[in-house]
Every structure is written in C-alpha cells, then in structure tokens.
C-alpha cells in the first residue's frame, strides 16, 4: 500500500485527536463532579424546604433511606415524614465531601449536621451519611443513603 499526504494527514488528526482524549475526559469528569454536587445541595434544600415535588425528582422510586437508629424508609415513607411536618429540617450543614464516580453510579460520603423538630421535639444530629446516587437520562438521582453514628 503506497501511502499518501491525505493518508499522513488522516494520520496526524487522529494522534492530534487521541492527545486531546484526556482534557476531554478530565472536563466530562469535572462536569459530572459538578452536576453530582448540584444534585446533593438540591436535595439538602429540598429537605429543608419539605418540597415534595422536588424530592420525588430527586430518588429513584426504589431508594433505601437507613437512619443511624435502624430505622430503613421507603421513598413514600421519607417524603411523608418531612412534607407532614413530623421531621422538621431547621437547617443541614454537610462537610467532609468525599465523592467517588464510576460511569453512571457515584459513591458520596459526607458528615451530615441538622438541627431537626422530630414529632415536636427539637434535636440536633451529627452523623456520617453514605449516599448512593445513579445518573438516568444524565441527571444523578438518590438510590441509596445510609447515616451512621460517628
């Protein structure tokens, strides 16, 4: 086979292409590390709003809630506890973020400190939460979330 500029020049756009592949992957990864922490403060403020509408948005329908008593809710569960006012979120602080993406499923691990009206009682929680989060149709939905005593 007799090569020719064209095939040179073919040559040259794909190594120029295959350099540019790991910018390209470190923006995608950027991009999904951004969108992943946009979706954890939507959820934080939609727990402290009691915004049915956007929690319902925001949990895969199967999602597992474990509390650090024991306790494990459903989504339907969850949501009637905050939206009927039985659990009051006054505020929520998240700190220590550790996120972890693979593809389309992202590990978040954070201490989770609320001050919350439970069922009239004012309490205030200092807890490790593990959060399970799966992207569908590119937007990061809760699967999974799991607190621990610290």
């Known amino acids: 086979m007799t090569f020719t500029r064209r095939h040179l020049g073919f040559?040259?756009?794909?190594?120029?292409?295959?350099?540019?592949?790991?910018?390209?992957?470190?923006?995608?990864?950027?991009?999904?590390?951004?969108?992943?922490?946009?979706?954890?403060?939507?959820?934080?403020?939609?727990?402290?709003?009691?915004?049915?509408?956007?929690?319902?948005?925001?949990?895969?329908?199967?999602?597992?809630?474990?509390?650090?008593?024991?306790?494990?809710?459903?989504?339907?569960?969850?949501?009637?506890?905050?939206?009927?006012?039985?659990?009051?979120?006054?505020?929520i602080t998240l700190s220590e973020h550790k996120n972890s993406i693979n593809g389309n499923n992202a590990v978040v691990r954070h201490v989770f400190e609320a001050d919350i009206d439970l069922e009239g009682k004012p309490i205030k929680v200092k807890l490790g939460m593990l959060q399970v989060w799966h992207r569908q149709s590119g937007k990061w939905r809760l699967y999974a979330r799991q607190a621990y005593k610290l």
């Open 11 to 91: 040559a040259g756009a794909v190594l120029a292409s295959a350099s540019m592949l790991p910018a390209i992957a470190e923006a995608a990864s950027a991009k999904a590390e951004a969108n992943l922490a946009a979706a954890v403060n939507a959820m934080t403020k939609a727990m402290l709003s009691a915004d049915k509408v956007q929690l319902e948005a925001l949990m895969m329908p199967s999602v597992s809630f474990g509390h650090s008593s024991g306790l494990v809710q459903t989504r339907a569960q969850f949501i009637e506890a905050v939206v009927s006012k039985k659990e009051i979120f006054k505020s």
